[in-house]
């Protein structure tokens, strides 16, 4: 059904002996709307440069339906990009601007004059043609940059944090009418951003990167109930990751408790990341409780509280819609389902505890550790 | 309110500033202009005279106006080439553009004399391989020249200064909708250049339409500049009615060109970047 269109083979970027990229594999199919999510620095703005051409890479190479593409000019290839900030010509108005890459490829004037009109309809922006590009909003300045693009039919559209620059509402506007346009035009869409909500709500496939590296590759569902490593869930939503022991398929053991789960295949007793997401955590009277904790805050966030709970010295956080006091004393079950086993990872310990660790967990991990050894 | 207070302040020193060097003695120069030289008496008849000096006029507008273009030929290169360098090179090339300027004028147009004149150092070495004398000193090629190397940087440092702040992801954009080279010059810097290239003509084209020494020494009887003849009625022709009555129509005049080319910039909001 969906034909691959891209691929990056082995890339790599180096600036000033610095590694930008490093060995990024990844293929993009025809109609899809495709995601690079990161935080600044990632190397997802310099992906999207080499695909667009404007970046050479250092080594590997680029293949566009089928042929190699490495030192094709931008000029030559069928993509087009909506660039951070717009970058709308500031001495040509929005007409002109839109027209722009059809009168470089020197189109009949009444077909310019056709798709043009047709293009500011579906951005809605008619009306506007003659107005200079400064006197837009940011909202305005935004789908003109799209209908710039879009204007000359792409295979490829390539959006780089398109929507930064827009205040939240505007935003999620915006992401619904790009999802529509996406969809009513069949173009293949690489969008760059490092706001995870807009890249799982958009897209249909999520690439996750940092430090120049892909981290997980998958639809956002996946990614988001199976992060692959520590940095996956800590950057994807909210997670308590927990140092753990893997003792056998579907049991594993931490805070000095064995719990039910649903993950296999890892090797006897190896040690683990546990990923507790704080909206899977039921809370329960301490005496039902597989843990017992302390409230140490609470902040209310309109849709639920956040509170943070102190286990054995272990700060969690939990997401509820029931208000509970600092101080109060509350249970925590865990279902086999809300619990996400995954492998150690460069980024294991790094992420995912509400609090710096604390001298009594540290006993308590090496308390489990001398068990082990027992 | 308080703000404005202190604006009026801070602008008091140049403002009385202004009213003794520029705004009294551009009161007495109309006033000298429109004076009778004899009797002392309000007359136009200094202006009336002016029609002779149509002619000169004329000349001094085509000298500055082809030197303005030449300089503008020589250096919009030079400007755009400079601004794709590296900050610290950038840095270096601007203070070797602005290098000539530390030398005082004069001496950079007498050196000129020493250059091109019938036994000079340029006739001599052609002399040498066989060819020449050529006549090139009293020549309006040597006055046009001669303004060309003295307002060269005029014209660099305001396009470079406009050319490197052209964002350059325009020019990317540019790329990305199918333009190769030459196009995105065309379609995108050129005229986002354009307001560089009106403040760079009009600061070679103002010092050039009123110059009189560089006519002096390269010039010859043909080649007389309006300057030279203001100059000649303070000092020689001890006429000063006549000179400032041309004064004043020149600059009547400059302010005419530099509208017209300002409005060749037409809806460019950021206007001529004055350097």
């Known amino acids: 059904m969906s034909k691959e269109l891209i691929r990056l083979q082995d890339l790599t970027v180096e600036f000033d002996g610095e590694r930008i990229l490093d060995?990024?594999?990844?293929?993009?199919?025809?109609?899809?709307?495709?995601t690079l999510l990161g935080p600044s620095g990632c190397g997802k703005t310099?992906?999207?440069?080499?695909?667009?051409?404007?970046?050479?890479?250092?080594?590997?190479?680029?293949?566009?339906?089928?042929?190699?593409?490495?030192?094709?000019?931008?000029?030559?290839?069928?993509?087009?990009?909506?660039?951070?900030?717009?970058?709308?010509?500031?001495?040509?108005?929005?007409?002109?601007?839109?027209?722009?890459?059809?009168?470089?490829?020197?189109?009949?004037?009444?077909?310019?004059?056709?798709?043009?009109?047709?293009?500011?309809?579906?951005?809605?922006?008619k009306g506007y043609e003659n107005r200079s590009v400064d006197s837009l909003s940011g909202g305005q300045q935004q789908r003109v940059a799209i209908a710039r693009a879009l204007?000359?039919?792409p295979k490829v559209l390539l959006l780089d944090e398109p929507l930064a620059a827009l205040d939240l509402r505007l935003r999620k506007d915006m992401q619904n009418e790009l999802k529509r346009i996406q969809q009513a035009t069949g173009i293949t869409f690489i969008y760059v951003t490092h706001d995870q909500e807009e890249a799982l709500s958009m897209s249909d496939t999520v690439v996750v990167m940092d430090k120049g590296r892909i981290q997980q590759i998958g639809r956002p569902e996946d990614i988001y109930n199976e992060p692959k490593n520590a940095f996956v869930a800590d950057f994807i939503g909210e997670s308590n990751i927990l140092d753990g022991v893997m003792l056998q398929d579907y049991k594993v053991r931490f805070f000095g408790r064995v719990f039910d789960c649903v993950d296999k295949g890892f090797a006897p007793s190896e040690n683990v990341d546990v990923v507790i997401r704080p909206e899977d955590i039921d809370i329960v009277p301490p005496e039902q409780g597989h843990l017992v904790g302390t409230v140490t805050s609470i902040t209310f966030k309109g849709l639920n509280y956040?509170?943070?709970?102190?286990?054995?010295?272990?700060?969690?956080?939990?997401?509820?819609t029931d208000y509970h006091g600092v101080g109060s004393v509350i249970g925590i079950r865990l279902n086999p389902e809300d619990i996400h086993i995954m492998h150690k990872s460069e980024y294991s310990g790094m992420f995912g505890d509400y609090s710096s660790y604390s001298a009594e967990y540290d006993e308590l991990t090496e308390d489990a550790a001398d068990e082990e050894a027992e | 309110m308080k703000k404005r207070n202190n604006a009026?302040?801070?602008?008091?020193?140049y403002l009385l500033w202004m009213v003794a060097f520029t705004l009294i003695p551009l009161g007495v120069v109309a006033y000298y202009a429109l004076t009778d030289p004899a009797t002392g008496a309000f007359s136009f008849r200094n202006l009336k005279d002016l029609g002779m000096y149509l002619p000169?006029?004329?000349?001094?507008?085509?000298?500055?106006?082809?030197?303005?273009?030449?300089c503008l030929i020589l250096g919009y290169p030079v400007a755009y080439c400079i601004a794709q360098c590296r900050p610290a090179t950038q840095k270096f090339l601007y203070m070797l553009v602005m290098l000539p300027m530390c030398m005082s004028f004069l001496l950079r147009t007498l050196a000129w004399v020493g250059l091109l004149q019938d036994t000079g150092i340029l006739n001599s070495l052609l002399a040498r391989i066989g060819i020449g004398p050529l006549k090139m000193i009293r020549t309006p090629g040597a006055v046009i020249l001669g303004m060309v190397y003295n307002y060269l940087p005029y014209m660099i440092l305001p396009l470079y200064a406009t050319i490197v702040k052209i964002d350059h992801r325009l020019i990317e954009a540019a790329e990305d909708l199918g333009c190769n080279g030459v196009q995105v010059f065309g379609r995108v810097v050129l005229p986002l250049s354009v307001p560089g290239i009106l403040s760079g003509m009009t600061m070679v084209f103002v010092p050039s339409v009123s110059t009189f020494y560089i006519s002096q020494?390269?010039?010859?009887?043909?080649?007389?500049?309006?300057?030279?003849?203001?100059?000649?009625?303070?000092?020689?022709?001890?006429?000063?009615?006549?000179?400032?009555?041309?004064?004043?129509?020149?600059?009547?005049?400059?302010?005419?060109?530099?509208g017209i080319m300002n409005r060749f910039g037409g809806d460019s909001e950021e206007g001529g970047v004055i350097v």
């Open chain 1, 23 to 34: 060995g990024i594999n990844l293929y993009f199919n025809d109609h899809e709307f495709l």
């Open chain 1, 46 to 125: 310099t992906t999207l440069r080499i695909i667009g051409g404007f970046l050479k890479p250092t080594s590997g190479t680029v293949t566009f339906d089928g042929k190699k593409v490495n030192d094709v000019p931008p000029y030559q290839r069928q993509i087009n990009t909506v660039f951070q900030r717009y970058a709308l010509f500031p001495h040509l108005d929005v007409y002109d601007n839109i027209a722009f890459g059809l009168k470089v490829a020197k189109l009949p004037k009444d077909e310019i004059k056709r798709r043009v009109s047709e293009m500011l309809e579906i951005v809605s922006l």
């Open chain 1, 151 to 153: 204007v000359n039919r």
């Open chain 1, 306 to 320: 956040d509170i943070i709970v102190e286990f054995k010295g272990f700060k969690w956080l939990i997401q509820t």
């Open chain 2, 8 to 13: 009026v302040l801070l602008s008091t020193p």
């Open chain 2, 56 to 70: 000169v006029l004329w000349q001094s507008i085509v000298y500055s106006l082809a030197s303005a273009v030449i």
């Open chain 2, 217 to 258: 020494k390269l010039g010859g009887t043909d080649t007389v500049l309006i300057g030279d003849v203001i100059e000649r009625q303070f000092k020689q022709g001890n006429n000063p009615n006549l000179g400032a009555a041309l004064s004043l129509v020149l600059m009547l005049l400059v302010f005419v060109c530099t």
